[in-house]
């Protein structure tokens, strides 16, 4: 199999800012992201259990559409961290993730570990916060492994957070730590931090297992100042063979970027 296209989508009404390409409106969004040509989603959630959940579930499957990943980011959004120093905290999020990991088996997709992972404070060690991370992550794998639901590590650039920024540092904790998780590498993010994309990608292959594909300013490839192509040479080198998701920001509009994605991923001859 080769890879597969795909684009970001929250169930809900996503905030402007967020690298969420189609927000909410799921009768007309699920229909067009399969019109145009992309064979799945990356599902940002809130309450697997709302209504908006099971709609999504329901129209994916209905328009052939997979998933990639579930994001539980909205957790974070509530102040739920797997490494927060508060262990009430932390116990909240590893019963709040459990019906996500459930929802994400019925899907076919794995979960991400990004924004949930949460940052230092004034005080902390990394190591303190990593230890605290990894307890939380034990807690979780037994039932994630039962459903065959692969979790996975985000590494994400420092403005929005202040642990595994890097892919290679981010591959080395996961050797390290011993713990049966993978990566998911977010071409954004690693034009900020990473010395060099291709670098990482080859460093990191054997755990890679999921890419957001995007260009230098978060917009579909071709649309900013990342070589692309090259990227998607490296990846194809390398053997990956998971999606290419555009978990883009909806600039100028969620049309014009999904589609100037679709030329994109046209023109290096993954979609017809
Ligand atoms: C999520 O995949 C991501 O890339 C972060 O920037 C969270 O917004
Ligand atoms: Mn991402």
Do not use: W
Request: net charge negative; charged share 25%; aromatic share 8%.
């Amino acid at each position: 199999m080769s890879m597969r296209t795909s684009v970001s989508l929250s169930v809900f009404e996503a905030h402007k800012s967020a690298p969420v390409l189609f927000s909410a409106n799921l009768e007309e969004n699920i229909p067009y992201i399969s019109s145009i040509g992309y064979d799945g989603v990356d599902l940002f959630i809130h309450d697997p259990a709302d209504e908006a959940s099971i709609t999504a579930a329901g129209l994916l499957n209905q328009h052939d559409l997979g998933v990639g990943v579930v994001m539980p980011a909205a957790l974070a959004g509530r102040g739920l961290y797997f490494g927060d120093a508060d262990k009430a905290i932390r116990d909240e999020i590893v019963k709040q993730i459990i019906p996500i990991i459930e929802y994400t088996s019925e899907l076919g997709g794995m979960v991400s570990l990004g924004l949930v992972r949460g940052s230092l404070i004034e005080g902390d060690t990394l190591s303190d916060f990593m230890g605290r991370f990894s307890d939380s992550i034990e807690r979780i794998l037994p039932r994630a492994q039962a459903l065959g639901v692969d979790l996975l590590i985000e590494p994400i650039n420092r403005y929005e957070i202040n642990t595994l920024n890097e892919s290679c540092e981010s591959y080395d904790f996961i050797k390290e730590s011993g713990l049966p998780l993978y990566l998911m590498l977010d071409t954004f993010h690693m034009n900020i931090e990473d010395v060099s994309v291709e670098g990482s990608l080859r460093y990191c292959r054997e755990l890679i297992k999921h890419v957001h594909f995007l260009d230098s300013n978060r917009l579909a490839p071709g649309m900013g100042h990342s070589d692309m192509a090259s990227y998607y040479g490296v990846l194809q080198e390398i053997g990956y063979k998971g999606y290419l998701c555009l978990e883009a920001l909806s600039r100028p509009d969620e049309h014009t970027c999904a589609e100037k994605g679709i030329e994109f991923f046209r023109k290096i001859g993954i979609v017809k």
